[in-house]
């Protein structure tokens, strides 16, 4: 059993550090907001941290999830931050869907404290981490990965390493991209079913079968047609992750016109008060 910390204890944190305290790991946490972090500790035993640095200083494993690049240096790199307290030969896990550039920014700032970062970001929202059943892709050297993935497979069902720094990230950048074409499609076929007057549970209950379809239609296709969008990934984090996508193609060449259209159907979705809809509120905007 390793000692852990956990910075970040929000709707994807909360449950993935439950999910190592109860494999029996030493977990200490961080929230910025304490009532959370205490409420954790009422819930799950362990001990909370006053700032990021305290809850790194004895930790084998740190790990971190919050909300994006800006929020990811100050409890890394800030006056507080984890890495001034990091630990020669510690590992660094970051959770974050963030850049690839600040995931390389971090594993050169780790390596010259002798510590080891791997760039994490996870799929599965949070219903994944409740249930102990992510799916994460890894950026960064092999040892560090090969000694990190046991503890996180705490809460995952799949891990990889997929190569340097920032690969972690931009295989999730991949992940976005095809859910938002996924979903797009999904609400355009829907929509089209209603207005030809096709009963469309059944039409979902056949073309399921075939090669239409997904996780998102066996998974999201009935609640799309009753109007529920309470499912987690909210459409603000989705444009936040689309953003970054857009930002890494200006950057490698790469061509992403649906994705850069799908984005904007969301920006649509936000000015229909679906800022906190889940992402299978696509269709919303072709009622």
Request: charged content about 20%; aromatic content about 6%; proline content about 3%.
């Amino acid at each position: 059993m390793a000692r852990v910390a956990f910075i970040g204890l929000g709707v994807m944190g909360y449950p993935m550090a439950g999910h190592l305290a109860a494999k029996g790991h030493s977990v200490t946490v961080f929230n910025r907001s304490p009532a959370r972090a205490a409420a954790w500790v009422t819930q799950h035993g362990g001990a909370r941290a006053a700032t990021p640095a305290e809850a790194a200083a004895a930790a084998e494993i740190v790990f971190c999830c919050v909300g994006n690049d800006d929020d990811l240096r100050p409890v890394t790199l800030g006056e507080c931050g984890a890495f001034a307290t990091l630990a020669q030969g510690a590992i660094f896990v970051d959770h974050t869907t963030a850049s690839a550039t600040v995931a390389r920014e971090l594993s050169a700032a780790a390596e010259q404290r002798g510590a080891r970062f791997v760039d994490a970001p996870v799929s599965g929202g949070q219903a994944g981490a409740e249930n102990g059943a992510l799916t994460v892709m890894c950026g960064g050297a092999p040892e560090p990965y090969a000694a990190a993935e046991p503890v996180i497979l705490a809460y995952a069902r799949a891990c990889r390493l997929m190569g340097p720094a920032g690969a972690g990230q931009l295989t999730k950048m991949v992940n976005q991209i095809c859910i938002a074409g996924l979903l797009q499609g999904l609400s355009e076929g829907l929509a089209f079913a209603k207005k030809a007057g096709l009963d469309g549970e059944a039409v979902l209950e056949v073309i399921s079968k075939g090669a239409a379809g997904s996780w998102q239609m066996e998974n999201r296709g009935k609640t799309m047609l009753a109007g529920k969008f309470d499912f987690g990934f909210a459409v603000d984090w989705m444009r936040k992750d689309l953003g970054i996508c857009l930002a890494e193609a200006d950057l490698n060449g790469a061509a992403l016109p649906v994705t850069a259209l799908i984005d904007q159907f969301y920006k649509d979705v936000q000015g229909l008060g679906g800022a906190r809809w889940d992402t299978s509120s696509l269709i919303e905007r072709l009622k």
